[in-house]
Every structure is written in C-alpha cells, then in structure tokens.
C-alpha cells in the first residue's frame, strides 16, 4: 500500500487492535460495561464512594494486561514506524489503556484516555509504575489508575498532541474503532481540514463511517493491520 511515502502520518488505535490479545473490551456485545456494576464502578464519582472497589476493579485489569503479550498487528505498527524514513511525522494516538504498544516497541505513542500502567495518588499527586504484587497504596490512600474515567476530562496535554499531529497530517488511519462516535469522530474531520489521505480498518465498518473516510476496509485487525502496513 506503500503507507511509508507520507510525510505525516496519525494513527488512531482503539479497542479492536487488542482484542486478539484476549483482553476482555469495554463496549460491544461481552463488553465489561454492559455489566451494571462494572461500569458504575468507572465513572469517577464511584472514586469518592466505592475507592476500595474502583482500584480492586483496575488493579485486576491491570493483571490480566500483564498475562497478555502484544497482538500482531500491535508488532506490524511498531515495525512499520521504526523502517519510516527519516523526517516522517508519525502519531499513534491510542484509547487503549493497556501499553501493548510501547510493549510492542512503539515509540510516538499518545495515550488519549491515560494508562493502567501508572497509578497516582490523589492526596499527594505522586505518579509511578507501581510493580506487581498487591495494589499500590500511598500516603495512606488506595492509589488510583491514571486513566480517564467516565465523567473526567481528557488530559490537556493529549489533547493538545492530538490536535497538533492532525493539524498537518496527510494521512489518517483508525484502526479498531468504529471512527463514528467521538472523539474518533471530531479526530477525522480534523484529519480532513488537513486534506489527508483517511482510512478506516476496523471488523465492522458503519454506514456513518462511509462519509466520514475515504477508504473503509472491513476485517479483524490482524489480518488488516499487516496487509496495509506490512
Ligand atoms: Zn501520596
């Protein structure tokens, strides 16, 4: 597909990147949130009421990441980005919270709705990778993930990198993502103020998503992911 030849390329990453991985996903038809309990336990105000509850509830996903190894596609991204020529622009601006693409050796990496990897205290604000072992605690609080819970804003600065790499960008891919709901939506607009190049890789592609793209290729991401970027 010769992807290589642009000279400033965003990637947008979502839930159905890692599913082969065999994370359990959020949304969808066996997503965690149809479970009532587990998506109120996501919402930030379930942090002042439920805190205990919240940080069992990440601290156990942030295991099952760690039992999981990056999926092919993840590999064939961070390849693609390390044989890029020298002066390419190149964004992955992920909603995923699971690092496997920095375990994947993927190095631009934006992580849109934060991390499971880092944990911060809300007392002290201290951040850090807490290792294995038991939930972190710190000035005698339950540490919390650095992650965007529902009802809490998206970090300033990932959206400044966000609105910076599609300001210019030439091409644009979503990969995993139904790039119909935001903000995956607002980002591919974005991408055709710039005048780029936008394509859509994602198992389902919607009806919505055919106006907003100019290519829509449907399929699981370890098939697409190698065919466009390999
Ligand atoms: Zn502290």
Redesign the pocket.
């Known amino acids: 597909m010769d992807l290589a030849r642009y000279r400033s390329i965003v990637l947008l990453t979502g839930a159905g990147l890692s599913h082969s991985a065999g994370l359990p996903t959020y949304r969808g038809p066996g997503g965690l949130w149809t479970d009532e309990r587990l998506a109120k336990l996501s919402d930030a105000a379930a942090l002042a009421t439920d805190r205990a509850a919240v940080c069992d509830l990440f601290w156990s996903f942030r295991r099952a990441i760690g039992a999981v190894q990056p999926t092919p596609a993840h590999r064939v991204l961070a390849a693609f980005e390390e044989a890029l020529p020298r002066g390419t622009k190149f964004h992955i601006i992920t909603q995923n919270v699971d690092g496997l693409h920095q375990r994947a050796g993927s190095r631009n990496v934006c992580e849109f709705h934060g991390s499971l990897r880092r944990w911060r ?1 809300e ?2 604000t ?1 951040e850090l990778e807490p290792p294995d072992g038991d939930a972190p605690v ?2 005698g609080e339950r540490m919390r993930p650095s992650v965007v819970l529902f009802g809490e804003p998206i970090p300033v600065d990932a959206e400044r990198t966000v609105k910076q790499a599609l300001r210019d960008c030439d091409l644009f891919v979503a990969i995993g993502t139904s790039g119909t709901v935001e903000p995956a939506s607002s980002f591919v607009r974005w991408a055709e103020l710039s005048g780029a190049r936008r394509v859509l890789l994602n198992l389902e592609v919607f009806d919505g998503a055919r106006a907003l793209f100019t290519e829509c290729d449907a399929g699981p991401a370890d098939e697409l992911v190698p065919r466009w970027f390999g």
């Open positions: 205290c007392v002290c201290t710190h000035c």
